[in-house]
C-alpha cells in the first residue's frame, strides 16, 4: 500500500512539474494544444517565471497613428495600457490577450535591448560621443531601416487589427499610412506607490510614417 502512495504522489509530481514547464513556456503549437487543460492549471497555480526577475523600472506603452493618402491625421491608439485591463477583467479566461501580449512584447523589448548595443557600438567607434548623442543616433539609425528589424513586421502588421477594429468600416478604408511609437512610463518605487508620478512619459523609438499594407483595402 506504501508503495502504491508513493507511485501517486511521484506521478503527481512529474504531472505538476511538466504543467508548470509547460504554463511558462512561451506559446507554441503543444500549449495551444493543452490551451482547456492549461486555463483549469491557472485557475489554481497562476505563476509566472518573472517573479524571479528584478522588478521593471518603467511600462511600455506603443501607439498606433493613422493617416489617410494625403497624411492627413485620422486617429491615435495605444494599445498596450488598454491589453494589460482587458487580460485582467477577462481572468482566467485570457488566453487570447496573453498570447497577443507576448506577441507584441517581445518584440517591443528586443527593440529597446537592440538600441543600448548599437549605441555602445557607435560610442566605441566614436569615443568623444556623450551617452545622450550615441543613443539618439543609435535611434535614428535603427528607426531608419525599421523593415530589417525583427519584430518590426510583427508591430506593423498588428497595426491592421488595431484599425480593423478601433475604426468605423468607412474611417479604414480611408488608412493608406501609419505611424508606430514606442514609448516608457516611470514606474513609482514600491515605497512611493501613493505618491503622484511626476516623471514624463519619454520615448523610446519613433518608426516614422509607412505605408498601410494594401490588402488592407
Keep these: 500500500m506504501a508503495k502504491i502512495f508513493k507511485y ?10 511538466a504543467s508548470t514547464l509547460l504554463y511558462n513556456s512561451p506559446n507554441n503549437y503543444i500549449k495551444i494544444k493543452f ?23 518603467f511600462n511600455n506603452r506603443l501607439y498606433y497613428t493613422f493617416y489617410d493618402k494625403n497624411q492627413k491625421k485620422i486617429e491615435t491608439f495605444e494599445v498596450l495600457q488598454n ?23 517581445g518584440p517591443i523589448i528586443a527593440i529597446s535591448n537592440y538600441i543600448p548595443l548599437h549605441r555602445d557600438s557607435i560610442l566605441r567607434s ?17 528607426s531608419a531601416n525599421a523593415e530589417s528589424l525583427p519584430g518590426y ?15 468605423a468600416k468607412d474611417t479604414y478604408k480611408e488608412v493608406h499610412y501609419v505611424d508606430i511609437k514606442i514609448t ?14 511626476s516623471s514624463q512619459e519619454f520615448m523610446i523609438i519613433h518608426f516614422k ?5 494594401e490588402e488592407n483595402f
Aim: proline share 6%; net charge positive.
Design 209 to 213: 510614417i509607412a505605408e498601410f499594407y
Design 35 to 57: 490551451e482547456k487543460e492549461l486555463k483549469i492549471f491557472d485557475l489554481f497555480f497562476n505563476q509566472r517565471w518573472g517573479f524571479f526577475a528584478p522588478p521593471p523600472t
Design 153 to 167: 513586421a510583427v508591430l506593423k502588421n498588428y497595426s491592421k487589427e488595431v484599425a480593423k477594429y478601433s475604426l
Design 8 to 17: 501517486i504522489i511521484a506521478v503527481i509530481v512529474i504531472i505538476y512539474a
Design 184 to 197: 516608457g512610463v516611470p514606474i513609482n518605487k514600491f515605497t512611493d506607490r501613493h505618491a503622484v508620478n
Design 83 to 105: 491589453l494589460s485591463e482587458q487580460k485582467r477583467y477577462a481572468r482566467p479566461f485570457n488566453e487570447r490577450e496573453e498570447m497577443i501580449d507576448y506577441l507584441l512584447n
Design 126 to 142: 566614436r569615443p568623444s560621443l556623450s551617452d545622450a548623442a550615441a543613443n539618439k543616433f543609435a535611434v535614428e539609425k535603427i
